[in-house]
């Protein structure tokens, strides 16, 4: 198969890269995509509007993650007090059956401290909102959950409806976690934070109850068509 080695001139290949790349929550390669699309075609407003808002978008992240959204430490702690295992629902069930690795049995609880890269089979994140995120042109509903030690972490959830979403105070469950570490340096400013990573809502327990149908849309990434 032959290469177009004048491809890589192409600002709509790097601007349908990014996109991609954000999905996969790469955002690091996405922004680096973005801004070089933007300069091959300077005139295109796309791609630095993409990578405003992406910047943007961690900027809001890393800020709320650190502040645990800012909720007081009273509330917080009020909150909090509530959390206990009988919030796993169907998950907590020794019937339960892993979707993604066949694994049956109930899903063991743990901090989020305690979970590294990665998806944890046979474990359940569990812990109450403090903030959400919608962000410009977004691709997933964004929230912090903090556990009962008090960390917090960021959830990124894919294929949602426009109509679903958490509150602040929500008890949410995530079964096996897919964990991730970001490091982001890009034009002076840095980002660093984990999150996890959810692909549809149904699979989340919210409040002690499943997510209905109407909680997920499929996903549609969008791009622009290469220049003749």
Not at 27 to 32: E, H, P, T
Request: hydrophobic share 35%.
């Amino acid at each position: 198969e032959k290469v177009d080695r004048g491809a890589s001139s192409y600002p709509e290949l790097h601007f349908n890269r990014a996109t991609l790349f954000q999905y996969e929550e790469m955002f690091g390669s996405a922004l680096a995509g973005y801004s070089r699309a933007a300069a091959l075609d300077p005139g295109w407003e796309g791609p630095p509007e993409r990578e405003r808002q992406l910047l943007e978008y961690l900027g809001k992240v890393t800020e709320l993650m650190e502040n645990k959204g800012k909720v007081k430490s009273r509330r917080l702690r009020s909150m909090l007090s509530s959390l206990s295992t009988s919030s796993l629902g169907p998950y907590g069930s020794p019937e339960f059956q892993s979707p993604s690795s066949g694994r049956v049995g109930s899903l063991e609880p743990r901090t989020l401290a305690s979970l590294t890269h990665g998806q944890k089979a046979g474990v359940a994140a569990l812990g109450k909102v403090v903030f959400s995120l919608a962000p410009d042109g977004r691709m997933a509903f964004t929230f912090g959950m903090v556990d009962s030690e008090e960390t917090c972490i960021v959830v990124m959830v894919y294929n949602t409806a426009e109509s679903w979403g958490v509150l602040i105070g929500d008890t949410v469950v995530i079964p096996e976690p897919q964990v991730k570490r970001h490091s982001v340096t890009h034009k002076d400013q840095s980002f660093d934070f984990r999150s996890i990573r959810v692909d549809t809502p149904l699979v989340l327990i919210v409040n002690g109850k499943r997510q209905n149908a109407q909680s997920q849309i499929a996903t549609r990434v969008s791009y622009k068509p290469q220049s003749e």
